[in-house]
């Protein structure tokens, strides 16, 4: 569906406005103790504020300057998910945190790691999974018959995969968590290296074996 198009104005200062003139700016941050980031399950020391502004326009001395005016959205990002975002063109997206729309505040998240979730599903799982087969095997001791039997041996059998599923979700959570973690430290140590002055690359590849 086409836009419509409307004129951009210009005040009594040659200030011009459009509701289509927009700033956007990207910068790191340190952050004490630390941010606590949506989908993400620990506290960032370093993180990247991405703002959007209106802009108003004005020409003076043969040049074009641009101005911010109303915020219109402050999103934070890990220094993972900001890696992810600058190279996930036509991906699915990537998570962030609202810290600001139209000048005002979001409140901030509680810390609420997802891996304490995990955890307890894992848990829940295996009193399940062994209530299940100590209720089969009481029966079984109590009334010795073959249905009982087959029901002890089907609680047994499917125990593996039940507890097979739920163990690889928390293997796949925890490698999330120390990937996006690595990539924390190793976008911070290179940051780093920059701000020095490292001469080449090699400087940059021992700091990352040392953040390692």
Not at 10 to 21: I, K, L, S, T
Not at 118 to 130: C, G, N
């Amino acid at each position: 569906m086409p836009r419509n198009t409307s004129p951009i104005e210009v005040d009594e200062r040659g200030n011009e406005r459009h509701p289509a003139f927009g700033r956007i700016r990207a910068n790191r941050v340190s952050n004490m103790p630390g941010s606590v980031l949506f989908d993400s399950d620990i506290r960032h020391q370093h993180s990247i504020i991405i703002e959007v502004s209106t802009a108003s326009r004005k020409r003076d001395l043969s040049r074009d300057w641009i101005h911010d005016e109303k915020q219109v959205l402050a999103i934070e990002l890990s220094e993972a998910q900001w890696g992810a975002f600058v190279s996930s063109i036509g991906s699915s997206g990537v998570p962030c945190t609202i810290n600001a729309r139209e000048g005002t505040l979001i409140d901030s998240l509680p810390y609420q790691p997802r891996m304490a979730a995990s955890m307890a599903e894992v848990s829940e799982a295996a009193d399940e999974v062994f209530g299940k087969i100590q209720a089969a095997l009481t029966a079984y001791e109590e009334h010795k018959t073959a249905a009982n039997l087959r029901n002890l041996r089907a609680a047994v059998r499917s125990a593996e995969p039940n507890l097979t599923y739920v163990a690889k979700s928390l293997a796949e959570h925890t490698e999330g968590v120390v990937q996006r973690a690595k990539a924390d430290i190793e976008a911070m140590v290179v940051n780093k290296a920059q701000q020095i002055g490292a001469p080449d690359d090699v400087l940059v590849k021992e700091l990352l074996q040392i953040s390692s």
